[in-house]
């Protein structure tokens, strides 16, 4: 028989999705059945699958020992790395940071291992806010993404509660996101709420825009407000009313105004002579509208973080 304690960063999941991360060499059908068999309990009594675990109790698993004898990770790592953050805000609970163009968020099929949430794991396990050998079921996690090409704030959560609530809060669409763009030509509007449907292909990790309805599309509201005008291009502030897959890049593209830059959506050959060799993108701005006072994160709410205009590389060609 093993025994797993619940601690502060495991409570609030449901025993199944606590398991698969805690026990990673236990098949989720051998799992579920050692659930209803009782062979799986918590504090002694029978469990359910479903079953919300609290900080303090004690999961009971009557399995082969095998099931826990997989390889542990190497974190030998997180101890050399020199982690590489521009941090804009940090708390006991998250981090801002501001994402450089070309930096990936989190691993990708090709591999590689020079991702921000590495940094972020470094960072954390280096201030010793982060051990992953004292974690059944946590870690570090980013709670957005910005394409690798994208710069702009990313959020990190340190702990469970402060993921669970940023998530929460994401989903809700209570942290309004806004980013800086430059698009090709000048707008028909000074400021318009563009509305459509978004169909993406996974596999060719490029997606559809439509006016009409698309089978698999999900609808999308891009909001936008002409900042400056030159050179026949146009600098924009882009509040993202929905966040989808390459929305503002699609979006603006289908309307006629594709990013300077942006080879996917655009055509970028002319721009690259002239520096453009991502796409002119920056997540610029997060306003926590609400958050509410019941939640880990109160503290945040009306708050505002944006990242100093100098680090937006395309701002100068507005000047």
């Known amino acids: 028989m093993r025994i797993l304690k619940i601690g502060k960063n495991d409570a609030g999941q449901r025993l199944d999705k606590f398991l698969t991360k805690a026990v990673k060499g236990l098949p989720l059908s051998m799992m579920y059945k050692a659930i209803r068999t009782k062979k799986i309990k918590v504090n002694r009594a ?19 020992d095998e099931f826990f004898d997989l390889p542990q990770n190497d974190n030998s790592a997180l101890a050399t790395i020199k982690p590489k ?3 804009i805000y940090e708390d006991e609970n998250i981090l801002l940071l501001n994402k450089r163009p070309g930096v990936l968020v989190h691993e990708d099929t090709a591999g590689g291992e020079n991702t921000l949430i590495l940094h972020v794991k470094a960072y954390l396990y280096q201030n010793g806010e982060y051990d992953p050998a004292d974690e059944q079921s946590f870690a570090p996690a980013l709670c957005n993404r910005i394409d690798r090409n994208t710069g702009g704030i990313v959020i990190a959560a340190k702990n469970a509660a ?34 459509g449907y978004l169909r993406k292909d996974s596999e060719k990790n ?10 698999g599309g999900k609808n999308i509201e891009t909001r936008y407000r002409v900042l400056c005008e030159k050179n026949g291009n146009s600098l924009l502030e882009v509040e993202l009313i929905t966040g ?15 990013l300077l830059g942006d080879g996917k959506y655009g055509k970028n050959r002319a721009e690259k002579g002239r520096g453009y060799k991502y796409q002119a993108l920056y997540a610029y701005k997060l306003i926590f509208d609400r958050v509410g006072m019941d939640s880990v994160l109160s503290y945040l709410e009306g708050r505002t973080f944006s990242i ?11 000047a």
Request: overall charge positive.
């Open 46 to 64: 029978r469990a359910k699958e479903n079953q919300v675990l609290l900080e303090g109790d004690e999961i009971q698993l009557f399995i082969k």
């Open 85 to 87: 953050l521009s941090i």
């Open 206 to 215: 490029l997606v559809t825009v439509s006016d009409a309805p698309l089978k």
């Open 162 to 195: 402060s993921l669970r609530a940023m998530n929460e809060k994401i989903k809700q669409n209570e942290v309004s996101k806004f980013y800086l763009c430059a698009a090709h030509g000048k707008m028909p509007k000074k400021a318009e709420t563009l509305r």
């Open 244 to 258: 989808r897959t390459h929305q503002i890049r699609a979006h603006l593209a289908h309307v006629g105004h594709p």
């Open 308 to 318: 100093p205009e100098s680090d937006v590389w395309f701002l100068e060609d507005f």
